[in-house]
T-cell receptor
């Protein structure tokens, strides 16, 4: 059983559509991070959220940390083919040495 | 931003041989580095946590005698896969925590190991 449940696992959409990826857990996290990984490369950090209810925006990406710090979401507006990749959420319960990754959401944006 | 390198990026070895993978933090000191493996189309699985100057902490199910980790300096950690077998073939990724920041890990580009 994954500590962090990501949904959906796979998502294929057309360019210009909006989408939301969810990361849920029954555990409370001191911090949560979102990464994007392309094939054959290491994950690239997109954002870190640490405060319950926090919302961060990165261009067309909006990240939200749940009030109880148990869940998070990533919303992409007007998706582009360049957004294609594996999106991973990762949470640290006690400190950074305790970070665990979700199974990932594989996003494909078709032109 | 923080940069982490891995070497080699790809390696093919014969069954029974050992392979060493290096992970370097290029522009910061990393007191803690992590080693992950990733199977095709799956997420990252933490193998071990490596702290400079001390023994690595291995996750349950990871053989410490098979996956030797040495964190000899604040900028270098190595993972040696000993007596490699085809089932060890995988994508190995390291990450490092930048000094002073307790939350963010920066990942290397990964090493593709193929054991024939």
């Amino acid at each position: 059983t994954q500590l962090l449940e990501q949904s959906p696992q796979f998502l294929s959409i057309q360019e210009g559509e909006n989408l939301t990826v969810y990361c849920n857990s029954s555990s409370v996290f001191s911090s949560l991070q979102w990464y994007r990984q392309e094939p054959g490369e290491g994950p690239v950090l997109l954002v870190t959220v640490v405060t319950g209810g926090e919302v961060k925006k990165l261009k067309r990406l909006t990240f939200q940390f749940g009030d109880a710090r148990k869940d998070s979401s990533l919303h992409i507006t007007a998706a582009q083919p360049g957004d294609t990749g594996l999106y991973l959420c990762a949470g640290a319960r006690y400190n950074n040495n305790d970070m665990r990754f979700g199974a990932g959401t594989r996003l494909t944006v078709k032109p | 931003g923080a940069v982490v390198s891995q070497h080699p990026s790809r390696v093919i070895c014969k069954s029974g041989t050992s392979v060493k993978i290096e992970c370097r933090s290029l522009d910061f000191q990393a007191t803690t580095m992590f080693w992950y493996r990733q199977f095709p189309k799956q997420s990252l699985m933490l193998m071990a946590t490596s702290n400079e100057g001390s023994k690595a902490t291995y996750e349950q199910g990871v053989e410490k005698d098979k996956f030797l980790i040495n964190h000899a300096s604040l900028t270098l950690s190595t993972l040696t896969v000993t007596s490699a077998h085809p089932e060890d073939s995988s994508f190995y990724i390291c990450s490092a925590v930048a000094g002073g920041n307790t939350y963010e890990q920066y990942f290397g580009p990964g090493t593709r190991l193929t054991v024939t």
